[in-house]
């Protein structure tokens, strides 16, 4: 007879909860149902023929590596070749040996978890903030402490304020987690001038900044920004990205970068966590940023998206009631809506998910206190069609919840 | 100026030092030297024409979901696939909700450690243990314990005496972990009786098995003998193994088997980790076993490491000076050599790095103590001439050193 295991579970094993909003997720399965509410990049974005081209010149030329295990810090042209884009296109100054391949962004954050956070240390962030992160600092036991806003500005006086606060009371925070570029979920991008503000801040209270940046490239509107770490004169700040949003996310694949040292703690947790980078993955990718794929690709994908938040700008201009306000996002994938007080979008889903429209409910991102009248909406994944059908019925939803 | 990050680490990421053995093993790719240190399947084992025949079979069925994120669990097909083989080779019963597609074994060794070890905890093996699992358990703070040995054969009774010593003292080891057949590094096959044994230790002392079994199909002589989880009539072993030796290991894929509560807390810890794995190589895996190519091309892994296998044993017979002993195992990839006590295996690297030959130093794998007379050589990997030659050099070493 099979006896019960849970007794030998570790104190952090026991916290782990599945993500409610991963339960919700489950009913956007019903046939009929339009969802807004996962974050998939739209199949028609991924270079089908390219991958298949660039698998071929890996069969032609490196198959034998490819298959074999591979170096923790991940395919030596691969860093060299990602070390070179951000040179030139993110603005700040790397090389190889500063950059770390991993499965997935969502890796970077958890190893950034795991070499930086003891139980019960704190990690700070604006919220909304991005599901993944939050999960992988809970799971090493970090704490989460929320940078104020005033409405949608960050609020960073508050921030200094509650900093002071916090360091009388002993507890200095490790870091600042942000994704200041089409941020996940609100879609916003942080200005320039907050930015620097953000790295003050850093700097006056000694924190390191973890700026994730998965969306950066999909912009196809407005003018770009500098990213934090392209600001950041002390080497405080450590970058992330990730191919799932250029590539495809089916071959896990993200990147650190960081001072050597620090990244030499990422590198051998990561040995430890999975010995190394899918290989056969980091071939492929590489044969995709080095041979100009991407280059070419990448056009093509924000065409795509920009036609999609077009289409879901008209219609939430023609069906949402008044009241709701949301962000027009430059790149990315999401909207941000925002709704009057009497509408609570968590009693709200009930009726939405009735009427076979899904989003994902706001106050999912607030890790330390609610927000029950905002709701994230995906406009990557959905047909043309079924993003303008999916928001008629929300508007619908919501007009009668008012 | 850039600023040091030191000071911001976890307790647990100061405790990470880089793998000496990693370290040693830059010296092998020196010029000349025949490696018989590392850990690789031979490239003449991956099964290049098959890979190519199943990604050209996903490009035409699933292109689009391979691309696309996955569910943590992995995919489903692929988990229905391997509980199958598991019922029919692994002789256990086990349906697609007890399996787990990880990022390799390692990361199921990670995930292993994240979900029973706090800081402090015991775990327990029989020493000389696979490094990969020394690392995973030591960076969530694990605390090692051996199950002793007289001679090569694991000592039962002192086992026993030492777990009622240590519940005494109050700690309770949470599991044991064992890589019952063709040990890495020591190339053993536990018996069927100490399986037994090791089982019924488990019951009496409540204890959890997590059984690791990357080399089990590799078995090219002697009889099967069944995995311990065939015996457990509790789920309390819990079973992993990777596609790394009998596909490639570029592709970074492993599994656990457990019970279904056990599993819950195993994905969760994953969903964290890396959210999914690699979604591409899971299609690639499933049409590999699925479609009946696994079983097709297997007997060639066999076959080719049987061949180096004898040409290591022979070599080993033709060269080296009395004294010396070693198994000759019937599957996997290592052999396990014992020296006289004169001989430290530490001091006599430089040698033998000298005569261009490398292995690794055996009290890599002891980490409660030291083994300074015994060493791993890998038979997999070097051509059979390379084995010869570097059996013969490694002999020379041995001489001169006694």
Same mark, same amino acid.
């Not at 925070?173 to 801040?201: A, C, H, W």
């Given at each position: 007879m099979a ?6 579970l570790?104190e952090?094993?026991?916290h782990l ?9 489950k009913?956007t399965e ?11 990049p739209?199949?028609a974005?991924?270079?089908v023929e +390219?991958v298949k081209?660039? +698998?071929d ?5 490196d +198959?034998d590596k490819a298959?074999?295990y591979?170096?923790t810090e ?23 040996n500063?950059v ?10 958890f190893?950034?978890g795991?070499?930086f956070?003891d139980?019960?240390?704190?990690y700070m962030?604006i919220p909304?903030?991005y599901?993944?992160?939050?999960q ?5 036991e ?7 806003r005033i ?9 200094r304020?509650?900093?002071d606060?916090m360091k009388g ?7 600042i987690?942000?994704?200041?570029t ?5 879609g916003?991008t942080?200005?320039?001038?907050e930015?620097?503000?953000?790295l003050? +801040?850093?700097k ?8 994730d940046?998965?969306?950066g490239e999909?912009? =196809?509107d ?10 950041d004169?002390?080497?405080r700040?450590?970058f992330m ?6 590539l495809?996310p ?8 960081a001072?050597?040292?620090?990244l030499?703690k990422?590198?051998l947790?990561?040995q ?9 993955s ?5 044969e995709y940023i080095?041979?100009g794929y ?5 056009t093509?994908i924000?065409v795509?998206?920009?036609k ?5 700008v008209?219609a939430l201009e023609? =069906?949402m009631?008044?009241?709701?306000t949301?962000n027009?996002?430059?790149?990315g994938?999401?909207?941000?809506l925002?709704l ?7 009693e709200?889903f009930d009726?939405?998910?009735?009427k ?7 106050d999912a =991102?607030y890790p330390d206190n609610?927000?029950?009248c905002s709701?994230r ?6 047909t043309?069609e079924?993003i ?6 929300l ?7 008012m």
């Amino acid at each position: 007879m099979a006896i019960e295991l849970d007794r030998f579970l570790a104190e952090r094993a026991r916290h782990l909860k599945a993500s409610e909003i991963r339960e919700l997720l489950k009913l956007t399965e019903r046939p009929g149902m339009i969802s807004l509410a996962g974050g998939l990049p739209n199949p028609a974005a991924f270079p089908v023929e +390219i991958v298949k081209e660039c +698998i071929d010149k890996v069969f032609e030329k490196d +198959i034998d590596k490819a298959l074999q295990y591979g170096t923790t810090e991940g395919l030596t042209p691969l860093r060299a070749t990602l070390a070179e884009r951000m040179c030139e296109k993110y603005g700040f100054e790397c090389d190889q040996n500063n950059v770390l391949v991993t499965s997935g962004a969502q890796q970077a954050l958890f190893l950034t978890g795991l070499v930086f956070l003891d139980p019960g240390d704190v990690y700070m962030s604006i919220p909304p903030v991005y599901l993944g992160a939050i999960q992988a600092f809970h799971t090493v036991e970090g704490r989460f402490e929320a940078i104020p806003r005033i409405g949608m500005e960050v609020d960073l006086d508050g921030a200094r304020k509650k900093l002071d606060r916090m360091k009388g009371e002993g507890r200095y925070p490790k870091f600042i987690y942000t994704v200041p570029t089409f941020q996940n979920p609100s879609g916003e991008t942080m200005p320039l001038s907050e930015r620097k503000e953000l790295l003050d +801040i850093a700097k006056e209270y000694d924190l390191i900044i973890i700026e994730d940046d998965p969306y950066g490239e999909i912009r =196809f509107d407005g003018d770009h920004v500098p990213c934090i770490k392209a600001l950041d004169d002390e080497d405080r700040v450590i970058f992330m990205s990730t191919f799932s949003k250029i590539l495809a996310p089916g071959f896990r694949l993200g990147w650190v970068v960081a001072q050597r040292d620090t990244l030499r703690k990422y590198i051998l947790a990561k040995q430890s966590v999975d010995l190394c980078t899918n290989v056969f993955s980091q071939f492929v990718a590489n044969e995709y940023i080095a041979g100009g794929y991407l280059d070419r690709h990448i056009t093509s994908i924000q065409v795509l998206y920009k036609k999609k938040r077009d289409v879901m700008v008209k219609a939430l201009e023609d =069906f949402m009631p008044e009241g709701i306000t949301w962000n027009s996002p430059e790149g990315g994938m999401f909207f941000w809506l925002r709704l009057p007080e009497c509408v609570n979008t968590r009693e709200l889903f009930d009726k939405a998910i009735e009427k076979n429209v899904a989003y994902v409910v706001g106050d999912a =991102f607030y890790p330390d206190n609610d927000n029950f009248c905002s709701m994230r909406l995906n406009y990557s994944y959905a047909t043309d069609e079924n993003i303008r059908e999916g928001i008629k019925r929300l508007a619908e939803a919501i007009a009668e919840e008012m």
